[in-house]
């Protein structure tokens, strides 16, 4: 019995057990208090029920395709509501007052965890970064993408055009066929050539390893971001799905890495050999044109140093943004077009009135007047954003609509839905670009239309965005009439990192002269 009594006096409680005990009582005190906090502050918005525990995290396993109608269904709670995802709250804003207070902020800037997938392959660049990274990379990168500099890519938006319109002759029997790829790969060689400067022909070879790994990779981001399952990286490593996802990973970096290496050395080598020679292009008074690449090899030498990864994680972010979004945006336009007739028709006849029938290059002053094609694209835009929803990680609480919404929370915008509220858009089904002529827009409010964001951390790519579809739309419908073979009613829509019809996008083609 001796034995027992020295083991008991051992473990007998000492002061330093109580501190300690009590400090986790305390502690878990405190976060239950906070918890319930949180649940009692969201818990005064509308939204589903939910399951306890587990809250609606059933409801949101299911198809790709329905995976957008539940969130579309949870939006109709209200223009501010809520969902439990197992213990996450979600705030899902559709109304225009909640989502200035939001896009406007200066304090909301921060991504949400979904964007944490996007981080092997991107790092921090623009999109993903945040703080003072993302404040002055945004001040550095904002000349690369003024008016001037975008003049230099209208060259390559139309010989793009050129080479998708010769490939879309050859479908252009009346026969129905898919035209979203066509428009995906020009979009592709668009953004390598004036993101990266390289020419990798995909409208050619679309079985290159780099444009394979391109789409691979942007399919298996969003399926684990559409999977809980597949979050925790074990789970992603046990899947199968993370050595892929490295593979296509390093085909990609390989690729931006070495050109930034030849570029960087094109680069200094060109600096030396500035005041002894002029190249042949400026003995004739030719500007070489830049990629954004290039700026950004300019502004590492002579506003702030870059490194070659911190150059790369801005040219993959180009990449990745620059080209699904644009192609989406195109391939919508020509199904709501194709779908509208009479429409059509006021379109071609814009065309016909800057063109005359002729197949000339498309220049800045033709963008200028091809105002009802650009009220079209910006219709397009409102009825299928190209990013259906946006979402920002609470650091500190905020005020939305009268709710107090606590600090920790996942606010989306979901822009879909924002740009259907018949208030600011009566009949919001129907396409209508007359909506954005000036005097129709002028009562509408500010954040009532948001395709590319809103306030310090809109699309920085926005005007090059508008541009490339201005030309890449307009070479399609000055060949072709266009129409579209699926109905409204059974259209089918995936809204992952990019909004796109479940089916693609069949159409039948036409060549002009024959009508
Ligand atoms: C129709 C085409 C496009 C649409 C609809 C679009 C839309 C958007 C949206 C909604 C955001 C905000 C994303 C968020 O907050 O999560 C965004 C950000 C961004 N976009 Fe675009 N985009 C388009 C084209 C482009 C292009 C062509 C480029 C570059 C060449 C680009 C580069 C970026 C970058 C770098 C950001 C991050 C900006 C920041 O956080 O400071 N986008 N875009």
């Known amino acids: 019995m001796t034995w027992l009594r020295t083991e008991l006096l051992r473990w007998a409680p000492t002061d ?5 005990l009590t400090s986790i009582l305390a502690l878990t005190l405190f976060w239950l208090f906070r918890r319930q906090r949180k649940i009692s502050m969201i818990e005064k918005i509308p ?13 949101v396993n299911v198809a790709p395709s329905e995976l957008f109608v539940k969130l579309c269904d949870f939006c109709e709670y209200g223009r501010v509501a809520k969902v439990w995802i197992g213990p996450q709250p979600y705030l899902l804003i559709s109304g225009a007052r909640a989502a200035e207070v939001i896009l406007s902020s200066q304090k909301h800037l921060d991504k949400s965890r979904d964007y944490s997938f996007l981080h092997p392959w991107l790092g921090t660049g623009l999109l993903t970064s945040t703080g003072t990274k993302w404040h002055s990379r945004r001040k550095l990168l904002t000349p690369a993408f003024h008016f001037k500099i975008l003049e230099d890519f209208v060259e390559v938006f139309n010989q793009q055009s050129s080479v998708m319109v010769q490939r879309l002759q050859k479908k252009a029997d009346g026969n129905t066929f898919d035209i979203f ?4 790969l020009c979009a592709l060689d668009v953004i390598c050539e004036t993101a990266m400067g390289r020419v990798v022909g995909a409208q050619a070879d679309s079985d290159s390893e780099y444009v394979k790994a391109l789409y691979r990779i942007g399919s298996l981001v969003q399926q684990r971001q559409a999977r809980p399952w597949l979050q925790p990286d074990l789970f992603f490593k046990l899947s199968g799905y993370q050595k892929e ?12 890495n070495d050109t930034i290496r030849s570029r960087r050395f094109e680069y200094l080598e060109g600096k030396k050999n500035e005041d002894q020679n002029t190249t042949e292009d400026e003995a004739i008074g030719k500007k070489k044109r830049l990629a954004f690449l290039d700026l950004l090899l300019e502004y590492s030498e002579t506003v702030s ?4 990864e911190d150059i790369r994680e801005e040219v993959d972010t180009f990449m990745f943004e620059g080209h699904d979004t644009t192609a989406a945006a195109i391939n919508w336009s020509l199904y709501l077009i194709g779908s509208n007739p009479e429409i059509q ?16 290059p498309i220049t800045m002053a033709d963008l200028r007047e091809m105002k ?3 009220n079209c694209i910006k219709e397009a835009l409102r009825l299928f954003p190209s990013v259906p929803s946006l979402a920002r990680e609470l650091k500190e609480d905020a005020v939305i609509d009268d709710y107090r919404i606590p600090t920790g929370t996942t606010v989306t915008v979901v822009t879909y839905c924002l740009h259907r509220d018949p208030e600011q858009f009566p ?3 129907v396409f209508d670009p007359d909506r954005f002529l000036p005097e129709n827009c002028k009562s509408r409010h500010p954040y009532a239309y948001v395709p590319f964001s809103a306030g310090p951390r809109n699309c920085i790519g926005q005007k090059f965005a508008l541009m490339e579809e201005k030309i890449l739309l307009s070479h399609i419908l000055r060949s072709f009439r266009v129409e579209s073979t699926v109905k409204r009613e059974d259209l089918r829509l995936i809204g992952e990192l990019v909004l796109r019809p479940e089916n693609g996008n069949p159409v039948k083609l036409l060549p002009r002269e024959a009508h």
């Open 47 to 59: 939204g589903p029920k939910g399951l306890p525990i587990l809250g609606s995290a059933l409801d």
């Open 181 to 184: 790829p066509y428009i995906t």
């Open 372 to 374: 009802l094609t650009e």
């Open 16 to 20: 330093l057990h109580y501190v300690f």
């Open 305 to 308: 140093r870059l490194s070659n």
């Open 345 to 360: 028709a006021r379109v071609h006849e814009e065309l016909d009135s800057i063109f005359g029938g002729s197949d000339r």
């Open 427 to 429: 009949n919001p089904e």
């Open 245 to 256: 996802h490295d593979a296509c990973l390093k085909v990609l970096h390989d690729f931006s």
